[in-house]
């Protein structure tokens, strides 16, 4: 009887990790396919040209940055080297941080993979609240850090 | 009846998820196909780099599936709903950002398990808030006062959370 019970209670964790692998691999096309995007987003767009888009203008750099943030993806290591180079250079640091933000929160590249496993109307409303919310947090960051000091 | 019904729906959802994502990956493909005429150096750079991010994540990949299978095995929808669902309150919001903040492996990794969670009662706002939240990297943290100072980043991490929870409340309110 109990040995039963344990070969049921065995089938069930048997069961519940193949149902577990079963669920994970319906989405590894799409998974897949974001890894190859990644890889031919990392070829073709250097650091360099991401650096270049900066202006210096405070406005049109915050906007553009969030932009290029959400655009780019990978470790969010990069993002912080390009943020340290673009001090340097003298770029607002509400555009960096606005570029740090979007870079981890809103997902252009992972787009397709989130509106396929989460549903498109939830990735649009995140997306886009991302990207709003890089601007408002990069200001609101800077303008305490700017009132601290 | 209606269980059947919720159960027929969510399959029909996974093998659309399948099929466009099939359909996704055959795109991909085919955009790697067109660029290896005029790139072809490029190309192969971009397969290795693929490979490697592949070879990297692969780890997080199986800890992902064996904590999918643990987590339906331990873990019933009633808990789901008891701990992250419409009735958590503040300690589903404290779980999420929580969660977020510790989660580890890429973002696309998370969303299988996010979609099952969903699928037992988990709220779409805390969903959105441990997603947010993982903007906050533990261990990247020293890099970032690095090159930052410790002021900026303390400040960025607190607002960080702040939005994480505006973007969930403002997501919970467009789903009600």
New interface residues.
Partial sequence: MINRKQNDEKK??VS??????K??G???????????????F???VSKQMLSALFTGEFLRDTVISALIGSISAGN??NS??I??EL?KENVS?IAI?SF??AW??V?II?F???A???GRR?AC??NI??YI?AI??SI??VK??VI?? | MIQNGDRKDRVKK??G??Y???Y??G???F??FL?FFPHPE??K??????AD??IQ?LPS?LF???F???M??FVSPGAVSKYVGKGSGIKGWFLAIFTGILSHGP???W??I???L?NQGMK?GL??AF??N??I?IP?LP??V???GT??VL??TC??VV?SI??GW??QM?EK
């Fill in positions: 069930d964790i519940t990790l193949f149902k577990a692998f669920s994970f319906t989405s590894s096309p799409i998974i897949l396919g974001v890894i190859l995007v990644l890889g031919l990392r070829t073709f969010p290591v912080y080297i943020g340290g001090v640091l941080t740090l933000v981890v929160t997902g992972q397709p993979a989130e396929t496993i989460l939830f409303v995140r609240l991302g919310l408002l947090v609101a960051t305490t850090l601290i000091q | 996974r093998n998820a399948k466009n994502g099939i996704f990956l795109a991909v493909v955009i790697y660029l490029k190309i750079n971009s397969l290795k780099i693929s991010a592949l994540i990949l992902i599936i064996l999918m299978g643990i339906n095995y973002v696309y990794a969303y299988p996010l979609r099952d969903r779409s969903i959105a997603l947010y993982r903007a990297k990247l890099l970032m690095y090159y930052f002021r900026f400040i960025f607002y960080i939005a505006v973007q403002i997501i467009i």
